[in-house]
């Protein structure tokens, strides 16, 4: 088995999320196989936070590609960065270290495409709502992405930073995000949802909505899985 490398933090709630879905995925064959080595090189969010609000993406850049070439000097064989907003830089980032990177944005994209989904409502941190770094890849399949206006991206991202990220999971929040895809849904006739934050998953579960469910975290966390098999 390969050794995973995981750059988190970014936010920590999903980190674990990560660490048990990378630990679950090996339970039912762990007598012959055991678990995989995986180290964490765990980022302050309220640093990479800041650097995002003030746009400056060349820290951000350095400092996970340091992270990543720290988790190289260790033994890691491969590295993902558990955190979709930091895709916006992921090419940057990659051609800066020598520590292969899966990314998030990519292995969705090839799993909306396998479903043959052709249009898809997107929600996420407003960096991520703002940017067109997802849009850029799944465009390359055919695939559009709808993201909600700047109003209800001003609400995701105050849900996120107060409450969602620290754990904090409440009911009306969860109405709240779901009224804004379920406009959506009805003004665009998307066919599901992509949860292009890490943390989103904790909230927003395939039964609450209509239309297809895309979990990055989940899709993640598979490739990781097949690719430290490998």
């Not at 678990?35 to 309220?46: A, G």
């Not at 469910?213 to 899709?219: G, L, T």
């Amino acid at each position: 088995m390969k050794k995973i490398g995981i750059i988190g933090g970014l936010g920590p709630e999903s980190t674990l999320d990560y660490y048990k879905g990378i630990i679950d995925a090996f339970k039912a064959d762990y007598e012959q196989t055991g678990y995989p080595e995986i180290c964490i090189e765990s980022v302050d969010l309220k640093t990479f936070v800041g650097y995002a609000n003030n746009d400056e993406w060349d820290k951000v850049i350095r400092i996970l590609a340091e992270k990543s070439e720290r988790l190289k000097n260790i033994g890691c064989e491969f590295g993902v960065i558990a955190s979709n907003t930091p895709h916006r830089v992921f090419n940057k980032i990659a051609k800066k270290t020598t520590l292969p990177l899966i990314s998030i944005v990519e292995t969705t994209c090839y799993y909306a495409s396998i479903l043959g989904l052709k249009k898809l409502c997107l929600l996420g941190t407003r960096f991520t709502m703002s940017s067109d770094f997802y849009q850029k890849v799944f465009e390359k399949k055919g695939i559009e992405l709808v993201v909600p206006d700047k109003d209800e991206q001003d609400y995701i991202q105050e849900k996120l930073f107060s409450e969602i990220e620290f754990g904090i999971i409440r009911a009306e929040t969860r109405h709240g995000l779901l009224k804004i895809y379920e406009r959506i849904l009805q003004d665009d006739q998307v066919e599901g949802l992509v949860l292009g934050c890490t943390e989103l998953p904790l909230i927003i579960k395939p039964e609450h909505i209509e239309g297809a469910y895309i979990d990055p975290v989940a899709i993640h966390i598979e490739k990781i899985v097949e690719y430290c098999r490998s």
